[in-house]
């Protein structure tokens, strides 16, 4: 019998992880309530080791090899890292600088009330053995759980956006300048949680020459013909992503610094869409596997479950607690904090990457992984539904008709 070689096996864990999510997706009709990715994301769950490769030992250890997983793993570093070099480049930190009392107001409340509530589930959880990571401080810990709670995924937010025709609307952009400020704070955040005290000579180096490294960057950037510009962003990616992983950051870290300080009128805005579409349609399902592989059920799928709960509802109750005391302050028209609130509270993908660091970093546990992944997905299936209704509402209200028109132009 053909005993069949690592790159077969490799291939065959390839079709399963773009055939199983998309069958499920498509028969299912799960699009208003599931996107693809949150499908992908759930997929991944069940063909880890936790749900299928409990009922199936033979095939996951067939199809998972430890050769395959380290491949798998690689694309998945990639791609994730590009994911998040995107959206670092899409972040428009000047339109929230000119409202800033508006957008500093809102992204503030936003994301200081459900870290707050976040923290308390976490505060609460350090009682019970099995969640902290062996390397992970209490503060960490809090610190981080709390952030997870707070998370507005950027990207899925854009994608949700336009599915509900929001996007382009003054509304949706008030609301993706809101989302912009939080997603700097996360990674800031993050930072300082992954700051090792041992290591700060190196973590000081890391960030004095990145310093010196953006000003030659953002000089040479424009001189240079478009299409080389592409080139030189992927260069400047790695070697950005390779500092923050060798002063003890993460290499996630860096490659949102990569991100953030390009600007995105360096590049055509719609091969800017297609390359961040491509990334998620080709490379990022393997992220998705390969973080389902990481979940684990060994608390027992209950307490897992009841962590996951907990985190949800203070993650929603945050997000909507803290938007309408932010409505309140500003002004806004009955609806919009609910609404912008169900919208701002969106997870996947960006919070999945920032558990993976923690679990990565040892902060957490592969159990509080597992339950942050679950209250991610959950997060992320309630938005349309809830919003759905919500936007009906208010496009009928006179109020609220020209921030939900399609902007000029």
């Known amino acids: 019998m053909h005993a069949m070689s690592t790159t077969e096996v490799f291939l065959i864990a390839m079709a399963i992880i773009f055939f199983v999510p998309y069958v499920l997706w498509r028969l299912g009709r799960t699009d208003y309530f599931a996107p693809l990715v949150v499908v992908q994301i759930i997929t991944g769950i069940l063909l880890g080791p936790g749900v299928l490769g409990k009922a199936y030992p033979q095939y996951y250890e067939f199809v998972f090899t430890a050769d395959v997983v380290k491949t798998l793993n690689g694309l998945a570093w990639w791609a994730v890292m590009l994911f998040v070099m995107i959206a670092g480049i899409e972040l428009d930190l000047r339109k929230a600088w000119e409202k800033r009392r508006e957008s500093g107001i809102t992204a503030g409340l936003a994301l200081s009330v459900p870290m707050a509530l976040g923290a308390v589930v976490a505060v609460a959880m350090l009682g019970f053995p099995g969640w902290i990571g062996d390397k992970g401080l209490p503060w960490q810990f809090v610190v981080g759980v709390g952030m997870a709670c707070a998370v507005t995924a950027l990207p899925i937010l854009i994608l949700l956006m336009e599915k509900l025709e929001l996007l382009r609307t003054p509304m949706g952009q008030r609301i993706l300048r809101y989302a912009s400020l939080d997603d700097v704070a996360i990674w800031g955040v993050l930072a300082l949680v992954l700051m090792d005290w041992q290591r700060i000579g190196r973590q000081g180096l890391f960030l004095v020459a990145f310093g010196i490294a953006c000003v030659l960057f953002r000089r040479l950037m424009p001189k240079l013909p478009e299409r080389d510009r592409w080139f030189v962003a992927l260069v400047w990616l790695a070697v950005c992503a390779l500092g923050a992983d060798w002063c003890g950051l993460h290499f996630m870290v860096g490659a949102f610094l990569a991100g953030v300080v390009m600007d995105a009128h360096w590049f055509d805005q719609e091969k800017l869409d297609g390359l961040r579409h491509n990334v998620l349609l080709v490379m990022m399902p393997v992220f998705f596997l390969s973080t389902g592989l990481k979940t ?114």
Not at 324 to 350: C, F, N, V
């Open 296 to 409: 684990a059920w060994s608390m027992g799928g209950a307490a897992v479950f009841l962590a996951a709960a907990a985190l949800l509802v203070a993650s929603v109750a945050g997000k909507l607690l803290g938007v309408r005391l932010a409505g309140r302050i500003l002004g806004w028209a009955p609806g919009e904090a609910s609404m912008i609130g169900w919208l701002l509270q969106t997870k996947a993908l960006i919070m999945i990457i920032f558990a993976n660091v923690l679990l990565d970093k040892a902060i957490i546990t592969s159990a509080m992984f597992t339950a942050l992944l679950l209250m991610a997905i959950g997060s992320t299936m309630l938005t349309v539904p809830v919003v759905a209704p919500k936007l009906r509402r208010l496009a009928r209200a006179p109020g609220t008709r020209e921030e939900l028109a399609p902007a000029a132009g």
